[in-house]
């Protein structure tokens, strides 16, 4: 099942140790489903089902985004059934998946009473095994990042290498490896400054960052040229590519790369998810020094609150006020989201309330996946979908540009990474995106064509909240 990746048959490694690595990963999963039934055919099947199942999902990953699964993506489970469109599926009412389901219980039911438990007879003791078989488990996970065991994963598995890591010992057991890799060994806070930093002398100073979802130039993609892409060459103080840490998917590698600066290096296992690993807590993100040069900092959003936890993990990045999908209600949507002009205008109105520096970043919306049919009226083709959302998406830093003219004002815009379409499959660009950089208010310089990694436009926008 592991080695059949849609193209052809993967060799298994044969070395001693990867083989025995391979099945300890099966036994425990074997282990865990024997926990809950102790009926050994029955946790045999449901074992092999599982490394199926974890399979087909990572091949139909990998052909999506470009990776096969990792453990992180086990935390995004709680999403999908609260938004299953964005993942791709249906919701559990839709008679196809409760179906589905039913079908499932009713099998296990069955299995239940045709195979008995391989329970002791003896009451106490068989009380006993119930209570010793999930604890064992439960200790072994918990000592599993530590001492002899630990030292063993750690020598094994010192950096994530995905492909390497998986193509010799298995996705189980990459996927509790990295598990235990991650929770032993939490990256480090980077250290900042404890004292205020004082107040900036630019009182009327704004700077506004924009993410633009899936945004690429559509020329990119055999799409009409974007007269904003022109309005950025030629008006952008520095311009380019912006290589992003993934394809179609995972905006938060991108946004925490901006926010914080860091490199994927420095965040250890935890660069899969940064905010499942650090939750916000960044001493030297953009908006905390925003904070420090007395910066009013504000994130805008307009999407569920608990969607990749922002509300709770942007409120400790430093931000101190949350614009999210409540405060839209009423706004334009284009197909299921919020359109990103009327997004922009928010983000103007923001700017022109404002009574003391103000620093934003917002997030757009309107052109986020799946592009299916239905999405928009009389307009079925995916590729023609995401060309006319990005018609907007144009249109909207248009009127940024527009309304931020004569200020003291920087404005960013980036996009998080290109979208998951047919015509645009992982290896598209290197995961390459669009940034841009612009300022207002000073005295004109020649635009500067340079391309740069995520974390390095975040380490560049620090500058731009450096006390004047």
Same mark, same amino acid.
């Not at 070395?15 to 946790?43: E, K, M, V």
């Not at 908006?287 to 999407?303: K, N, Q």
């Not at 996009?415 to 300022?439: K, V």
């Given at each position: 099942? !592991?080695?059949?990746?849609?193209?052809?048959?993967?060799?298994?490694?044969?070395?001693?140790?990867?083989?025995?690595?391979?099945?300890?990963?099966?036994?425990?999963?074997?282990?865990?489903?024997?926990?809950?039934?102790?009926?050994?055919?029955?946790?045999a099947f449901s074992c092999v089902l599982t490394v199926a199942i974890l399979a087909v999902v990572s091949r139909l990953k990998r052909g999506v985004i470009g990776e096969p699964l990792v453990f992180s993506d086990f935390a995004l489970l709680?999403?999908?059934?609260?938004?299953?469109?964005?993942?791709?599926?249906?919701?559990?009412?839709?008679?196809?998946? #409760?179906?589905?389901?039913? #079908?499932?219980?009713?099998?296990?039911?069955?299995w239940y009473g045709i195979e008995p438990a391989a329970l002791p007879h003896e009451p106490s003791v068989a009380v006993l095994a119930v209570i010793a078989l999930p604890l064992a488990l439960w200790t072994l996970v918990q000592l599993s990042?530590?001492? &002899?065991?630990?030292?063993?994963? &750690?020598?094994?598995?010192?950096?994530?290498?995905?492909?390497?890591?998986?193509?010799?010992?298995?996705?189980?057991?990459?996927?509790? $490896?990295?598990?235990?890799?991650?929770?032993?060994?939490?990256?480090?806070?980077?250290?900042?400054?404890?004292?205020?930093?004082?107040?900036?002398?630019?009182?009327?100073?704004?700077?506004?960052?924009?993410?633009?979802?899936?945004?690429?130039?559509?020329?990119?993609? =055999?799409?009409? $040229?974007?007269?904003?892409?022109?309005?950025?060459?030629?008006?952008?103080?520095?311009?380019?590519?912006?290589?992003?840490?993934?394809?179609?998917?995972?905006?938060?590698?991108?946004?925490?790369?901006?926010?914080?600066?860091?490199?994927?290096?420095?965040?250890?296992?935890?660069?899969?998810?940064?905010?499942?690993?650090?939750?916000?807590?960044?001493?030297?993100?953009?908006?905390?020094?925003?904070?420090?040069?007395?910066? !009013?900092?504000?994130?805008?959003?307009?999407?569920?609150?608990?969607?990749?936890?922002?509300?709770?993990?942007?409120?400790?990045?430093?931000?101190?006020?949350?614009?999210?999908? !409540?405060?839209?209600?009423?706004?334009?949507?284009?197909?299921?989201?919020? =359109?990103?002009?009327?997004?922009?205008?928010?983000?103007? #109105? !923001?700017?022109?309330?404002?009574?003391?520096?103000?620093?934003?970043? /917002?997030?757009?919306?309107?052109?986020?996946?799946?592009?299916?049919?239905?999405?928009?009226? =009389?307009?079925?083709?995916?590729?023609?979908?995401?060309?006319?959302?990005?018609?907007?998406?144009?249109?909207?830093?248009?009127?940024?540009?527009?309304?931020?003219?004569?200020?003291? &004002?920087?404005? /960013?815009?980036?996009?998080?990474?290109?979208?998951?379409?047919?015509?645009?499959?992982?290896?598209?660009?290197?995961? #390459?995106?669009?940034?841009?950089?612009?300022?207002?208010?000073?005295?004109?310089?020649?635009?500067?064509?340079?391309?740069?990694?995520?974390?390095?436009?975040?380490?560049?926008?620090?500058?731009?909240?450096?006390?004047?």
């Amino acid at each position: 099942m !592991e080695a059949f990746d849609g193209r052809g048959v993967r060799p298994i490694s044969r070395n001693p140790g990867d083989l025995a690595l391979r099945l300890a990963a099966y036994a425990l999963l074997f282990a865990f489903w024997f926990a809950f039934s102790w009926r050994p055919w029955l946790a045999a099947f449901s074992c092999v089902l599982t490394v199926a199942i974890l399979a087909v999902v990572s091949r139909l990953k990998r052909g999506v985004i470009g990776e096969p699964l990792v453990f992180s993506d086990f935390a995004l489970l709680r999403q999908v059934p609260r938004h299953p469109e964005l993942y791709y599926t249906r919701p559990l009412t839709d008679p196809r998946m #409760a179906g589905l389901l039913l #079908a499932s219980l009713l099998a296990v039911a069955l299995w239940y009473g045709i195979e008995p438990a391989a329970l002791p007879h003896e009451p106490s003791v068989a009380v006993l095994a119930v209570i010793a078989l999930p604890l064992a488990l439960w200790t072994l996970v918990q000592l599993s990042g530590y001492g &002899a065991l630990g030292r063993r994963l &750690a020598t094994r598995f010192p950096a994530p290498d995905l492909e390497r890591d998986v193509a010799r010992s298995g996705l189980p057991a990459t996927i509790l $490896a990295y598990a235990a890799r991650w929770r032993s060994t939490r990256p480090d806070e980077e250290s900042g400054p404890a004292d205020p930093l004082g107040s900036t002398e630019a009182r009327d100073r704004v700077v506004v960052v924009v993410q633009l979802e899936s945004f690429v130039d559509p020329v990119r993609l =055999g799409g009409p $040229a974007l007269p904003l892409m022109d309005t950025l060459r030629a008006r952008a103080t520095q311009y380019g590519r912006l290589r992003v840490p993934a394809h179609g998917a995972y905006t938060m590698r991108t946004e925490h790369a901006v926010l914080t600066g860091r490199t994927p290096e420095s965040l250890g296992f935890g660069v899969f998810d940064p905010y499942l690993a650090q939750g916000g807590a960044e001493p030297t993100s953009l908006a905390r020094l925003a904070r420090r040069v007395g910066f !009013e900092t504000v994130f805008i959003h307009p999407f569920h609150r608990d969607f990749f936890g922002r509300a709770s993990v942007m409120t400790r990045l430093g931000f101190d006020h949350l614009i999210m999908e !409540e405060a839209f209600t009423g706004a334009p949507r284009i197909g299921p989201y919020v =359109g990103d002009v009327a997004l922009a205008e928010r983000v103007l #109105a !923001e700017v022109r309330a404002r009574t003391a520096p103000l620093f934003v970043f /917002c997030v757009t919306m309107e052109n986020h996946g799946p592009w299916k049919p239905g999405r928009l009226p =009389g307009l079925d083709d995916p590729h023609a979908q995401y060309l006319h959302h990005v018609a907007h998406t144009g249109d909207a830093v248009a009127a940024l540009i527009a309304g931020l003219e004569g200020l003291p &004002a920087t404005l /960013c815009v980036f996009g998080d990474h290109a979208p998951s379409l047919a015509s645009c499959r992982p290896g598209f660009g290197g995961t #390459a995106t669009d940034y841009a950089l612009l300022h207002f208010g000073d005295a004109a310089v020649a635009p500067l064509r340079r391309d740069l990694t995520a974390d390095a436009l975040g380490r560049k926008l620090r500058a731009e909240l450096s006390p004047a």
